[in-house]
């Protein structure tokens, strides 16, 4: 009939979109992502594991990694899966705590995120907020 609304079905192949909205636009389910070597995902009462999602073009990150440095200016944190993965490098502002000292977030088209921060950051922990990063994909 004519007055039907169509609002989502979900797709049970995990390699495919778990839902499609009404306006044709696909949409993933938070999906997990491991953190490098150091760091590790730091869920709190507010925040969930480090996850990627996309809906139609759009991936979102969220979550909290945390990791002990012991770098001069840069670090790699995570690997986004490559069907997340921008067409581009982009940098992000990043929601670090670093003892004051000031950061942004990459992420290349190889998939790396990265961490790099203003001046050399030698020892210590850091926590980076990821919710602050989406991109659109081609």
């Known amino acids: 009939p004519n007055n039907w609304i ?3 079905i979900k797709n ?6 778990m839902y499609t909205w009404g306006n044709g636009q696909d949409q ?6 491991t953190p490098a070597s ?5 869920p709190t ?9 996309k809906y139609g073009n759009i991936v979102r990150l969220r979550g909290v990694i945390t990791g002990t ?4 200016t840069s670090v790699h944190v995570l690997t986004i899966p490559a069907a997340y993965r921008p067409d581009n490098s982009s940098n992000f502002c990043a929601a670090l ?18 961490v ?6 030698t020892s210590g922990t850091t926590t980076l907020e990821l919710s602050a990063i989406s991109y659109s994909l081609n």
């Open 97 to 114: 705590t670093t003892g004051g000292n000031i950061g942004w977030a990459n992420v290349t088209n190889t998939g790396a995120l990265q």
């Open 69 to 72: 440095l012991n770098v001069s």
């Open 116 to 121: 790099h921060f203003k001046t050399p950051y």
């Open 45 to 53: 009462a507010t925040q969930k594991s480090a996850a990627v999602c």
């Open 6 to 8: 169509f609002v989502c």
């Open 12 to 17: 049970a192949d995990s390699y495919a979109a």
């Open 38 to 42: 150091g760091w590790a995902s730091s």
């Open 28 to 33: 993933d389910g938070w999906r997990g992502i």
